[in-house]
Nanobody, 131 residues
Framework: QVHLVESGGGSVQAGGSLRLSCAAS????????MAWFRQAPGKEREGVVAIDNEGRTSYGESMKARFTISKDSVSNILYLQMNNVKPEDTAMYYC?????????????????????????WGQGTQVTVSS
């Protein structure tokens, strides 16, 4: 059974940095696809960034400049480094993973709609950015 547990959220001032973590258990596939999504109050969920086992990344619109995704394969922890955060980054951040992912020439590990569904989700970690 796959469990994703996010941590690292909190309150930060605009311009600061934050690193979110997602500990994955039961998800040790050779081929994998994991991502970060976020949802602000009253808004739809949006994709932040995804990464697959080949290191290919897919960023949501306007996310690439300040967010960086990485994964420690030894500890099986997914990270999201957030730099120069802004009040509009305030949201619940979720970690997600795809089951039965198969890399192909066309990048399908993506957060850009339309993208394949993600099968496993964490409970989220809140990020609040004050101006």
């Amino acid at each position: 059974q796959v469990h994703l547990v996010e941590s690292g959220g909190g309150s930060v001032q605009a311009g600061g940095s934050l690193r979110l973590s997602c500990a994955a258990s039961g998800y040790d596939n050779k081929n994998w696809c994991m991502a970060w999504f976020r949802q602000a109050p009253g808004k739809e969920r949006e994709g932040v960034v995804a990464i697959d086992n080949e290191g290919r990344t897919s960023y949501g619109e306007s996310m690439k400049a300040r967010f960086t995704i990485s994964k420690d394969s030894v500890s099986n922890i997914l990270y999201l480094q957030m730099n120069n955060v802004k009040p509009e980054d305030t949201a619940m951040y979720y970690c997600a993973a795809r089951a039965n992912y198969q890399p192909s020439w066309r990048l399908t590990c993506s957060v850009v709609p339309p993208h394949p569904d993600f099968d496993f989700w964490g409970q989220g970690t809140q990020v609040t950015v004050s101006s």
